[in-house]
């Protein structure tokens, strides 16, 4: 896997929403959370103003949860999480990108570093 910020475009099952995102692949995470474990989700986090939503805006629900803090997206037609907006603890605005969703990734090309998000 190549390191450093690269352009990468992804989106949900149905195609309906679509993103591109300056993002670098090779810092992904895999956290335990509930919620990220049950989902299955491996994460990668970029500056919000490095993604850019193409499509499917009025398609798109949302999902808090403990903290409230982290607007978990989801497609309301297929029901796929493409990604999420948060805060990181410095206050930067941030993209979770659920790298599940990239177009023509090999996820086993991936080395995602464990997130205890359990202990959060």
């Not at 509930?34 to 500056?47: D, E, M, Q, R, V």
């Not at 949302?62 to 037609?77: D, G, L, M, P, W």
Request: charged residues 20%; contains cysteine; glycine residues 8%.
């Amino acid at each position: 896997m190549t390191t450093g910020m690269k352009t990468i475009t992804g989106g949900c099952h149905c195609g309906a929403v679509r993103y591109e995102a300056e993002a670098d692949l090779s810092n992904a995470v895999e956290c335990n959370c509930s919620h990220c474990a049950k989902k299955g989700f491996i994460l990668t986090f970029t500056p919000a103003e490095k993604f850019r939503l193409i499509s499917g805006k009025e398609k798109l629900s949302e999902y808090r949860f403990n903290k409230q803090v982290i607007a978990h997206t989801f497609c309301s037609e297929c029901g796929v999480p493409p990604f999420a907006f948060g805060t990181q603890p410095d206050g930067q605005q941030m993209a979770a990108i659920n790298v599940r969703c990239v177009d023509d990734l090999d996820i086993a090309t991936l080395e995602p570093q464990k997130l205890d998000g359990k202990s959060f």
